[in-house]
């Protein structure tokens, strides 16, 4: 089936440095991928929509200069948090749709990012 | 703006009881539903998924999921649950023509006692 690979699967940095989270689809060509934040026993929060190409779509309140989403080929999307704060201290999960062109199909997700600034 | 609503936040049950999960979206055009479990530590697995026909949908490891348009519910339901259940349960949403973004639920901590 489809996979999406996400790395670092966890990363420590300190405040002020940025982060590139990195999410490949393995098996299929993702035109289209998402970008979640999950805070600790609460629900996936939409950040983005990544379109490959093409410019990312924030979801409102989500800082676009913060949170650099750069879908450059079919198979990739990165997500970089720039000048981390403790409070952007989160798990991060990027999502793909296995077949955009044929209406809504699947979604695979990757297995997340722990961000931790310290 | 769709949402979605999941009703239960944190159940508590025994091994071989029913489970029944409530789950409601705010939409009123076709939508796609699904409900994805999270065992702890693990990333996001697809239970079942709903696009169109048999409103009864059976999933992976015996759940099943109804979806009532009138009642705007997706809810999940396992007839006996054992205590690898145990996990978070999130209902998701997607609404034609938005692109196919997936609104999730707040999400249910289910916790089965052995």
């Known amino acids: 089936g489809a996979v999406v690979s996400q790395h670092p699967s966890w990363v420590i940095c300190k405040s002020g440095t940025s982060v590139k989270i990195e999410c490949r689809s393995l098996d299929f060509q993702a035109t289209t991928m998402f970008w979640y934040r999950q805070f600790p026993k609460q629900s996936l929060m939409l950040m983005a929509t990544s379109n490959e190409g093409s410019k990312a779509t924030y979801e409102q309140g989500v800082e676009k200069d913060k949170f650099l989403i750069n879908h450059a080929s079919l198979t990739l999307s990165t997500l970089t948090v720039t000048s981390a704060h403790p409070e952007d201290s989160s798990f991060y999960i990027c999502?793909?749709?296995?077949?955009?062109?044929?209406?809504?199909?699947?979604?695979?997700f990757g297995s997340g990012t722990r961000l931790t600034v310290v | 703006a769709q949402s979605v609503s999941q009703h239960n936040h944190h159940v508590i049950l025994s091994e071989a009881a029913s489970l029944e999960l409530g789950c409601n979206y705010s939409y009123g055009g076709t939508v796609n539903l699904f409900w994805y479990v999270q065992y702890p530590g693990q990333h996001l697995q697809l239970l079942l998924k709903?696009?169109?026909?048999?409103?009864l949908v059976k999933g992976i490891k015996g759940f099943e999921a109804e979806f009532i348009k009138s009642k705007f519910s997706f809810n999940l339901r396992k007839p006996s649950v054992q205590w690898s259940d145990t996990a978070e349960y999130f209902c998701?949403?997607?609404?034609?023509?938005?692109?196919?973004?997936?609104?999730f639920g707040q999400g249910t901590t289910l916790q089965v006692k052995p």
């Open positions: 709903y696009f169109s026909g048999d409103p």
């Open positions: 999502s793909a749709r296995d077949s955009p062109g044929q209406g809504v199909s699947g979604y695979t």
């Open positions: 998701a949403v997607t609404a034609s023509g938005n692109t196919g973004k997936l609104i």
